[in-house]
Structures are given as C-alpha cells and as structure tokens.
C-alpha cells in the first residue's frame, strides 16, 4: 500500500500540479484515434482496446482514457516491482525495491505519456512478478517433494509450474500493447535461478508461447526494414552483416549507453547502477540470485543499446532498468533484515534506522523526477502554448532544458492542431480533402486523428515529393484549383521557423512552407489555413492533380 500510494503521489501529483494536457508522447496522437476507429487500425492493437475500455469513464474523450490508462498502468507496474522484489528478498526488500520504481524517474516517464509505454511495462512486470513467484512457489516446496509426499505435493507443484508458464505467457502478451518491454525477458531467466532446475520445462514452455504471442509484433528485430523508423528496424544504422560486426555490438551498446548517461542525467542511470552493484553484492538472502539479476540487467541493457545505436533514448531503457532498480531498492535495506520468503526468523526492528537509506534514495529521485517534469512543461508553454508551470524551487531549472527528449514526444503547436481539429470537424464540408505539409516525426497525427476519428470522410493528404514532386511555388500556386472541386483545407506552419525552438518540419519542406505562406488567410500562433470552396464537380485525386502519386495508407507511429 505504501509504495501505491507513493507512487500515485508522484504520479497523479505531477500530472495535476504541472500543465500536461493534450496527446503527449510519440504514438499518443494516433492510439487515441485508433480508440475510436477500431484497434486493428493500430500496429499495436492492444493499447487501443484498452483506451476504448476505458473512454466511457472519461467522457468518451480518447486522449483523457489514455492517460488515465498510463497513469492506473504505472501503479500496476509499481505494484508487480513490489512484487518481484519480495520474491527476491524478503517483504522489506519488496518495499524498497516498489519504491524506487514508484519514484525513479525513468519509471515514472511512461505513466506521463499517453502512449503504449506504460501498459506495455504494467503486463510485462506482471508477467515477470507471477512467473517469479511460481519460482519461488516451487522452491518453498521443493524440500516437502519426496517419493512418500509426491501424491500430497504434486497439485501445487504444477499449479506453480504454470505460474511460470502463464507468467511468460504474459510477457509475451505485452508486445501487442507496445514491444519496448521485450527487454523483460532477460528478468525471466532468473526463474531457475530462484526455483531450481526442475523449473526449466515449464520456463522453456512458457518462453516457446509468449515468443509465438509476440511473434507478429517482432518484424522490425528479425526482418529489419530500414527506410520505415523505428517501425521497420529496430537495428542502428543496420544489422550486424559479419562475424566482426556481431563481436562488435558489446562496444557499440556500452557506447550508446554513456551517451545517454553523458546527455540525459536526470534518468540517474549511473546512480541507480551503483546501488544495484550494491544491492547485489551486500549480504544477505538471496545473494546468488541478485548477483545473477544484476549482469541479466546489464545484458538487458546493453542489448538494447546495441540495437538501437545513435537513435537510443531513454524511454527506451525503462524495462531493461528495472532489474537495476529492484536491486537500488534492496541495497538501502539493512543487511539483518535481508531474510528470504522462506524464512520466518523474527527481527527486531529499529524503524528510523531502517527507514533513513531509503528516504534518502527516494529524496534523491523525487527531486530528479519533478525537476525533469517542470523543466519539460516549461518547454511545452513555450512550444505548445500550455499554462506557466508552476516552479516547485525558484531557479533550480534555469539550466535544464530537456529539448531532446520533447522533440521525441510532440511539436510546437501540438495543441492548437488538436483545437484546430475540433473546429474543422464542424467546418468542413463532407468528403471534403484536408492538405498538410508533412510535419516532422510523422506529427501530423496530432491533427489527423482527432479529425478523422470525428469525420472518417475526410481525407487527409499530406503534400510530400511524392504527392507533390515539382517546383514547390508551382505546388502552392496548383494548389487551390486541384482542391477546387472537392473543397477542403490547405494548413501549413506559420514563419518565421524561429517561432518554434524544436522546429516544426524538415529542412526539405522549408520551402514549400515559405511559398504557402502568403496564401494563409486564417492564422493562429504557430498554424495558418487557406480554405478553397467547392467549386464544381470532384475530379482527380489531389496528388494527381498536382502531378504526383496517389498516396499509400499513413505511416502509423512506433
């Protein structure tokens, strides 16, 4: 209860204290759409499905039930670490090791997106907590499993057994909410380690289903597609092609680790490692199996380091941390308390000793997590327009600025295309076409989910060299006769680009911008618009028109 109840403080106390409305997060925009729309418009259908479960407590609003998804999700999250935790070392380490994960600020940047992030890490935990407690389950009773006891004892050793097996089942499940929980997979091959050998059939099962479970949603790590992001490749820049390029990886993943480190210290990546060698290390229950949980955590984190390379950030290492981060928790657990679940020895207790490491640690990423959380709604009222944020210390994030990290998760006026959005699901008239220059990072969404969640006959065109491949002020000037006859909507970024710190759209789009922008009749802060009115019968699809490609399906985000 403790660590839920710091953990939904942090959680809920930040999300309420600093101004983080609107679709946040890299696939926000389009999951919250996809709610509406039907899950299987979504790569990752089971985000969606839960967002659709959920609208009917907020509203029907699709943006607020992901949020609320996120948020609920990072408390389960906390709660399953609790878990693992206690399995590992005894109830007061379980506490601990809750606690960090309800604090870190690594763990707690999921619960604030309105991505998959968070669901994905709440099924994956809780895939790896019962799977860790079958373990133990079936170590408990390892010493009752004699040839006069089998007959008594063999129910409840199959029942953990499939423990186990449902646990990595559960595992698996988690790739359809998202895969950036595969990591935890690593966390599951401590179960023999926990339990014993005669664990290993029913682990072997169990990693054989939830790899077929999580098979459809691992083609971008077994066939890697490079010109499709993030969604076609998970390998930075491609995979390995030679036995040199394989030995190679180790360095390549050390490497990406030390620039996160070196360009993200607010994830207190190096702090959290050191306690976790600690935490491994000092004596205690259980010693063996944390020593092996800190290398797969190394491994987990060094995997993920290797793949990605240069586009690693650090959303992308929350499920590899929290082998680490169950260790952190452990380490301010004093020694003499360290008993397994297996013991029943009694302590005598000295709360305000035992308590102190712990407030300390959770001073320390408490301070770091609200520190990184002002400083990116400060950006956001800069960029989006959202209310000042509040300063918790006056001063104390003159000198942080974490640009990198919003440019991953949205764009300088994501909140007014969403309000822009709204006003033209009124507006347009139907089967009216809607032509956008592309935005950066596939960040149109922010404006055509909403949209065509609301108004499915409209058509959103983005104007790309494929739709639009001559001169870019022929472009514009073609522009308002290709759209004559079915009437729609031309919508642009305003100039000057200075406006927008993070930048709105690519260098090579530059100049399109530049010619649309005397045509825009209806301006805002960061967006203006030029309605064209029918003016005859349809004719050619816009891109047509304009000399170009019909558009394929849109690109949906990772």
């Known amino acids: 209860m403790f660590c839920v109840l710091l953990g939904a403080f942090v959680r809920f106390g930040l999300f309420w204290g600093l101004d983080l409305r609107g679709a946040f997060g890299p696939d926000a925009p389009g999951a919250a759409a996809a709610a509406v729309l039907g899950p299987l418009s979504h790569p990752y259908p089971l985000h969606p499905l839960a967002i659709a479960l959920i609208r009917p407590l907020t509203g029907g609003d699709p943006v607020q039930a992901a949020k609320v998804l996120s948020l609920l999700s990072g408390l389960a999250m906390v709660v399953a670490v609790w878990s693992m935790g206690r399995s590992l070392a005894g109830e007061q380490a379980g506490r601990a090791a809750g606690a960090v994960a309800a604090t870190a600020p690594l763990l707690v940047y999921p619960a604030l997106l309105g991505g998959g992030d968070a669901l994905a890490l ?270 918790f210390l006056e001063g104390w994030n003159d000198d942080f600025r974490p640009v990198q990290d919003y440019t991953d998760n949205s764009i300088c006026g994501a909140l007014e295309l969403e309000r822009w959005a709204a006003e033209l699901e009124e507006q347009l008239p139907r089967d009216a076409v809607l032509a956008a220059v592309p935005l950066r990072d596939a960040r149109i969404w922010h404006l055509r989910g909403p949209l065509q969640a609301a108004r499915p006959d409209v058509n959103v065109v983005e104007l790309s060299r494929d739709c639009c491949p001559g001169d870019p002020a022929t472009c514009a000037q073609l522009l308002p006769q290709a759209l004559s006859g079915s009437g729609g909507l031309v919508i642009s970024p305003l100039l000057p680009q200075g406006r927008c710190e993070t930048g709105a759209v690519d260098h090579q789009y530059l100049p399109l911008v530049d010619a649309l922008e005397p045509m825009l009749r209806d301006r805002k802060t960061w967006y203006g618009a030029m309605t064209v009115h029918q003016a005859g019968t349809p004719g050619l699809p816009l891109c047509q028109a304009l000399g170009g490609q019909v558009p394929q399906a849109p690109a949906r985000l990772d």
């Open 122 to 391: 709440a099924i994956a935990c809780s895939g790896a907590a019962l799977a860790w407690r079958g373990a133990l389950h079936r170590k408990l009773l390892e010493p009752f499993s004699t040839a006069s006891n089998r007959e008594l004892f063999i129910i409840p050793i199959r029942r953990y057994g499939i423990q186990i097996l449902s646990g990595c089942v559960i595992l698996g499940l988690s790739a359809a909410a998202k895969p950036v929980a595969i990591p935890m997979v690593f966390l599951l091959l401590l179960v023999p380690f926990i339990g014993g050998r005669r664990t290993l059939p029913w682990l072997a099962a169990g990693l054989v289903l939830g790899g077929a479970l999580s098979s459809p949603y691992l083609g971008p790590l077994v066939h890697p597609v490079a010109s499709r992001g993030l969604l076609g490749s998970w390998w930075y820049p491609s995979p390995p092609q030679d036995l040199l390029e394989w030995a190679m990886l180790p360095w390549k993943g050390a490497s990406a680790l030390m620039d996160i480190q070196a360009g993200e210290p607010w994830a207190m990546g190096i702090p959290i490692a050191l306690l976790a060698f600690f935490g491994a290390i000092m004596p205690g229950s259980g010693r063996r199996e944390r020593l092996m949980l800190f290398l797969l955590g190394f491994l987990a984190m060094l995997s993920v380091g290797a793949m990605l390379g240069e586009r690693l950030r650090p959303r992308y290492l929350c499920s590899a941390l929290l082998g680490w981060a169950i260790l952190a928790g452990i380490a301010s657990v004093p020694p003499r308390v360290m008993v397994g679940a297996a013991a029943g020895h009694v302590i005598r207790r000295r709360p305000f000793l035992e308590a102190l490491p712990l407030s300390l640690l959770m001073s320390m990423l408490v301070v770091s997590t609200f520190r990184y959380w002002e400083a990116m709604a400060q950006l956001r009222t800069q960029e989006e327009g959202t209310a000042q944020a509040r300063s």
